[in-house]
């Protein structure tokens, strides 16, 4: 055999003794569902201080959202671990890998559907104002010249900030201060405290609040700040569409045979339609 022919075998015999040692590996590749359903486990990311979609009861994660998280495990038929997390890494966390996906209300927005995998909305999150009984705001212009709070990095960080500049630009001088906190637990408190004038959240969880606490708080009204989407979801990594489209399948199921809705009766005390299309950004994943 000649010196070419030998070198054209080596090289032959070379590239399938690598083929072979990368076919495992190549063969194993799964996605998560596939894994969460070999395993027979699902880990999740929860902010558990957003009542009453998640809240700590007891010592147990509990609300609106865990009710549907109870569906979803049982769907899959595996056992969940359940990690509470602050609002600050909980999206972090999930491309990190630290969980399989979010199970705490986010809201949707155009940055956020260009990098994660939103699943079916479970709520309307339409953003609203809260004051202290009896101050003297009647609509979400009066937060003009004011002190408000809302939570950092949530959904409703950016619609504070595009009202105030909405409020500059129809020639006033918009709020006095853009507070923000780790959770808005802690915005309820300053309100309450008269640290802050009006707390900006999603109406589901103001409303709520509001009929806990009649003495204290107030709804003002809708926030408007151009934003068309108003709705909360779970995410999924990019990747991840087919566990993503999983979770929407129970929703939807939840949605058309009523359970959602008695979930909304028993956490919010009204019902909140559930489109099947028009809630994402035209170049969402």
Known sequence: MSFISRKFFAVIAGAAVLASALSPNLASAETTLEKIKRTGKVTVGTEAAFPPFEFVE???IVGYGSDIL???VKALDVEVEQLDVPWQGILPGVLAGKFDFVATTVGINEERAARYAYTLPIANGEPYAMKRVGDDLASAEDLEGKVVGTQLASSTEPVAR???AKLKEAGGEGFSELKLYTAFTESYVALANGEIDAVIQSLPNLAVLVKQRPET?????????GS???YLAWVTRPEDT???DFISGV???MRDDGRLGELQD???GFRMDIPDTGYLPPDAL
Not at 217 to 225: K, S, W, Y
């Open 58 to 60: 007891d010592g147990k």
């Open 162 to 164: 595009d009202f105030d």
């Open 228 to 230: 068309a989407y108003t």
């Open 70 to 72: 109870a569906e979803v």
């Open 266 to 268: 028993k956490w919010f």
């Open 251 to 253: 929703i939807r199921e």
């Open 242 to 244: 087919d566990l993503r």
């Open 217 to 225: 708080f107030e709804l003002v009204g809708p926030v408007q700040a």
